[in-house]
């Protein structure tokens, strides 16, 4: 009986929901490069710039809903005694379709902190494209994800580190598994003896690493997947 169950995500997974991924055609890094966007320097640097970034980004992230792979990862939480959903993404839809046990590795948009006294900050106007001050301190608020050259929160890395050491199957899906030290955790779990299987809808750079691709939109191969194991588990 299978114990361990874990599952990495990235944008793939919420590609068929409409929100763009950052590395395929049309995704967000063929207009913007990160450097411009996604790091600490680039945003002391233009702060309206990259909050109304985010801003535009948490309005798409309003307007769109988990799609079915989302769903069946929730279902997959149900079925197995222990599951781990790590996920790259910060768009919040796990949590919306019903995951509960979710390491967020890349932080959350929904949550913004002061960057002088951390004042976290739920409620914001996502019409408003001036970056906001701090009520407390007058402070810059930021989105609370993780930018490039930002350390990941050491509790959800340990965490997911410690998911892949020991876990009996280790899914990667939806990841191109080009960002660092999130794309790292399939090898921790293929090494420490996990039967380990991405799904993509192309090869990545690990693909030949792992046990099995299984090459598909993950909104159709993740339903179809907790269907056969629902059958076996009811044989
Ligand atoms: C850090 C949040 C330590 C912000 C993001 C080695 C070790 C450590 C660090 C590094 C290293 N080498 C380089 C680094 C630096 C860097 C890095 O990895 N650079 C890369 C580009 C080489 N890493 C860092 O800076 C990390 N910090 O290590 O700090 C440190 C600190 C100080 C000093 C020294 C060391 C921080 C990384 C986090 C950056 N933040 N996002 C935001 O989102 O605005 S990264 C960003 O990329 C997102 O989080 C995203 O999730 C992540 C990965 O992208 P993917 O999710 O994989 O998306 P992508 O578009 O690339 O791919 C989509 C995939 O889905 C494709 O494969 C496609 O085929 C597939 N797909 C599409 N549709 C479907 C599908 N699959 C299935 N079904 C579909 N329908
Ligand atoms: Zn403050």
């Not at 902190?113 to 001036?130: G, L, N, P």
């Not at 340990?158 to 030290?181: H, L, Q, R």
């Not at 299987?197 to 939109?217: A, C, M, Y």
């Amino acid at each position: 009986m299978l114990k361990k169950v874990s599952v990495l995500t990235g944008a793939g997974v919420s590609a068929e929901s409409g929100v763009p991924t950052f590395r395929d055609p049309g995704g967000i890094w063929e207009k913007f490069r990160p450097e411009q966007l996604a790091n600490f320097e680039a945003f002391m640097k233009d702060p309206d710039f990259v909050w109304s970034w985010y801003q535009h980004r948490r309005e798409i992230m309003r307007e769109v809903k988990p799609n079915n792979g989302h769903f069946a990862l929730a279902e997959m939480e149900k079925i197995f005694p222990s599951f781990s959903l790590i996920t790259q993404n910060i768009d919040n839809l796990h949590y919306r379709a019903g995951s509960r046990n979710i390491t967020e590795l890349h932080g959350n948009i929904e949550r913004n902190y002061c960057i002088k006294c951390r004042t976290f900050f739920h409620e914001i106007d996502i019409q408003e494209k001036k970056v906001l001050k701090c009520t407390n301190c007058g402070g810059l608020i930021r989105p609370d994800v993780v930018w490039f050259g930002e350390m990941l929160p050491v509790k959800e890395l340990k965490y997911a580190e410690n998911a892949a050491a020991d876990s009996d199957v280790f899914f990667t899906i939806g990841t191109s598994a080009e960002v660092y030290p999130a794309a790292l955790l399939p090898i921790i779990a293929k090494r420490a003896g996990a039967y380990s299987v991405e799904i993509n809808i192309n090869p990545t750079v690990i693909s030949f690493d792992l046990d099995e691709t299984l090459t598909g939109k993950s909104a159709e191969i993740l339903p179809e997947l907790v269907q056969k194991i629902k059958e076996i588990r009811n044989n």
